[in-house]
């Protein structure tokens, strides 16, 4: 018997990763609700009771309505931001925040719900210290690391350890002669410390000499692994650059993975590695909501239908 129940897609309106997952659910008869939070409230209602048998009501879309007990799984992809530009600072302040615990916790809240991944959960795992923390816990080798907001404290650390690099804790857009632009990984050197860096944290780390990059995409249970040659510190920085080719991963990084995204609740989560001259992975981030799809093109890995059969949860 088909099951009803649709997956619900939470997005922006321009999501190409998203669009192939739904191509691919709707190829198996899977239906799919999709919306874009940010939409909230001019193109997306939401009808939501409080019982004592759970929460019951409706999400509609301008083509779709969502029963909020009969949601399967949700795939979740980097909505847009609330935003009420009709209102002044002060209102638009309040509206966001209504916006998000309200709408925000309803979609957090859906019961009987395969989250991929749980908004909550993805917030957690993009504070860096913390992923890093995790992964020392899960057994990956991490380079040394250091954040702070003390000059002395960045140069003493770069005098330890020689070849150091600085990455951002996050990296939001900023804006460069009207072009977007992000800040970069780039290695540092002790001269390059002033006294800026006690204007906010800063996180340093050591360079660690590598052959290779790995990207590891972990969608349930399956763990997809793509080894990525460049002559790049960053390989995200040029995609022109890059060559592929599927690996194994060697002994004990699968249940370290596992251990990693157990530890935060995710069930979908994009691991990079550097690969060191003695051939060992150096765990560097966790993306819970890392790209793909480009892999499976350069590849062939069926990473788009072991995230359907996730989303389907035919297992």
Not at 7 to 21: E, G, I, R, W, Y
Not at 68 to 84: E, H, K, T
Not at 173 to 183: C, I, K, M
Not at 281 to 304: A, K, V, Y
Request: aromatic letters at 8%; glycine letters at 8%.
């Amino acid at each position: 018997m088909t099951d009803p129940r649709p997956v619900l897609v939470v997005t922006s309106l321009h999501d190409p990763t998203a669009d192939v997952v739904i191509s691919e659910l709707h190829g198996r008869g899977v239906p799919v609700v999709r919306l874009d939070s940010g939409d909230f409230p001019a193109s997306l209602s939401v009808e939501a009771e409080i019982t004592e048998h759970g929460l019951r009501g409706r999400l509609l879309t301008p083509s779709r309505t969502a029963d909020l007990a009969g949601i399967r799984s949700l795939y979740y992809r980097r909505p847009s931001a609330f935003a009420f530009p009709h209102l002044d600072e002060q209102d638009a302040r309040f509206a966001v925040t209504q916006a998000r615990y309200g709408l925000g916790g309803i979609l957090a809240s859906l019961p009987g719900c395969l989250y991929v991944n749980h908004p909550h959960r993805i917030g957690d795992a993009e504070f860096k210290p913390a992923g890093l923390a995790t992964a020392a816990g899960a057994g990956f080798l991490l380079p040394p690391t250091l954040v702070t907001s003390s000059p002395d404290a960045a140069r003493a650390f770069i005098e330890a350890h020689g070849s150091v690099i600085y990455k951002p804790l996050s990296n939001p857009v900023y804006r460069v002669d009207g072009v977007s632009s992000a800040v970069k990984v780039a290695e540092v050197s002790a001269d390059d410390i002033d006294d800026d860096v006690a204007g906010t944290a800063h996180l340093f780390q050591q360079r660690i000499p590598k052959v290779t990059d790995v990207r590891v995409t972990v969608i349930g249970s399956d763990v997809f692994c793509v080894r990525i040659d460049s002559d790049l510190l960053d390989w995200r920085t040029d995609y022109s650059r890059l060559t592929y080719t599927p690996v194994e991963a060697p002994p004990g990084i699968r249940p370290a993975l596992h251990r990693y995204m157990n530890r935060f609740r995710l069930v979908f989560g994009a691991f990079d590695f550097a690969v060191g001259e003695d051939g060992r992975w150096w765990f560097l981030e966790c993306n819970p909501s890392g790209q793909w799809h480009w892999l499976e093109d350069e590849t062939g890995l069926p990473m788009c239908a072991a995230l359907a059969d996730l989303l389907e949860r035919t297992s």
